[in-house]
């Protein structure tokens, strides 16, 4: 006999069914074999009083401070902590219960059985000469080069842009955006290097957005969070994309002082509110992205909250995006040139794919293709 420790199986009906598990097994087996850990943040106390019985009477548990059985304040942050076969039953429990609870028993529901994306890499390309990573700018015949090259290193998609979002950039006018995407644009649209990758346009200029979805574009990568509903309609009208990214300010200021009481609960209060006026605009979840904003109005901490909690937003049923590529929070925890900072960068993709974000943009294509084979292979 032999016995040993392996870590968790990423996909643990897989490994149940390699292993001989019958069909009926594996199902029952899998929900047990997922420890899940929910933050609950602001419930009130009596409800938290009834979530602790219900947690401890399917198994699971609720961590809660102390002076919680004594009402000492009317609401608490607690933990919940279950395996997914408890927390259904528990779901199932709260459906029945007052303060709140029903409501909590419906996103806990949600956050059980996210919807499954597959996992692609998004090439950046930089029309503009003062975007954050030289790495990035290409131009011209340039430009045409190293889509291709990223094309045949892996990218699924290539996003587009002609303005920088650096913290401290600022606004250039739609014309003078269009008059540097305009060529690599056209170039797409001759050559139909739409038919080999999707193409998205990095801009919230709704001329610059229509002209690029007129040449087979087919994502609008919008920094603003669908805040012009001349975007939502666009993409609607071609039948595209949206990519909603959440930013507190606008590049000019948003690094200065950036300011949350809860940058998660915010950040989630802002994607439901965008989606619902996308919704009442015609466009439906599965053409809506979500982007948390990482560097946008956010300091390293709200940062890492966010990756940390970034599973979390997988109850939307969107796809998520994440690009932390080269940025600055990695020159905060451990100080690094931009040019170095690609390490860091694969780690917190990683991560973020591991917590639900199934576009990955990125400045290095081929190295982020082979750090997602091992990735899927280990």
């Known amino acids: 006999m032999r016995l040993y420790q392996i870590d968790k199986p990423r996909d643990v009906n897989s490994y149940l069914k390699a292993l001989g598990v019958e069909g009926g097994g594996i199902k029952i087996m899998a929900k047990k074999a997922e420890l899940l850990f929910i933050e609950i943040k602001e419930l009130k106390t009596p409800a938290v009083n009834i979530l602790k019985q219900d947690a401890l009477s399917v198994g699971a548990e609720l961590a809660v401070p102390g ?21 259904e039953r528990l779901a199932r429990k709260e459906l029945a219960q007052p303060f709140g609870l029903k409501k909590l028993a419906t996103e806990l529901k949600s956050l059980l059985y996210p919807k499954k994306f597959d996992l692609k890499i998004m090439g950046v390309i930089n029309a503009n000469s003062d975007s954050f990573y030289s790495g990035s700018r290409f131009m011209g015949a340039e430009a045409l080069k190293q889509i291709e090259q990223m094309i045949s290193d892996g990218a699924a998609i290539i996003d587009i842009g002609g303005v920088s979002s650096r913290p401290g950039s600022k606004a250039v006018s739609a014309s003078e955006e269009l008059a540097r995407v305009k060529d690599i644009i056209d170039t797409v649209k001759a050559e139909k290097l739409y038919e080999k990758a999707l193409f998205s346009i990095d801009s919230y200029a709704p001329e610059v957005v229509e002209y690029a979805l007129n040449c087979g574009f087919k994502i609008i990568n919008d920094i603003t969070g669908a805040r012009d509903e001349q975007l939502i309609k666009l993409a609607v009208k071609y039948g595209a994309k949206l990519c909603i990214m959440h930013m507190q300010g606008t590049p000019e200021d948003m690094q200065k002082s950036p300011h949350y009481e809860c940058v998660v609960s915010e950040v989630d209060a802002f994607f439901a509110q965008q989606i619902a006026k996308c919704e009442e605009l015609g466009l439906g979840r599965e053409d ?26 997988t109850h939307f049923g969107c796809e998520l995006l994440i690009g932390a590529s080269r940025k600055s929070m990695i020159d905060k925890i451990i100080p690094t040139p931009t040019q170095d900072r690609l390490p860091g960068t694969l780690i917190i993709h990683t991560k973020a794919a591991e917590r639900g974000a199934s576009i990955v943009r ?17």
């Open 67 to 87: 002076g919680v059985i004594l009402c000492e304040k009317p609401l608490y942050d607690c933990l919940l902590i279950g395996t997914k076969r408890q927390l």
């Open 288 to 313: 809506i992205i979500l982007d948390v904003g990482i560097g946008f109005g956010k300091t390293l901490e709200h940062n890492l909250e966010l990756l940390k909690a970034h599973q979390h937003f």
């Open 362 to 378: 990125c400045h290095d294509v081929k190295e982020h293709t082979q750090a997602f084979k091992v990735w899927e292979r280990l």
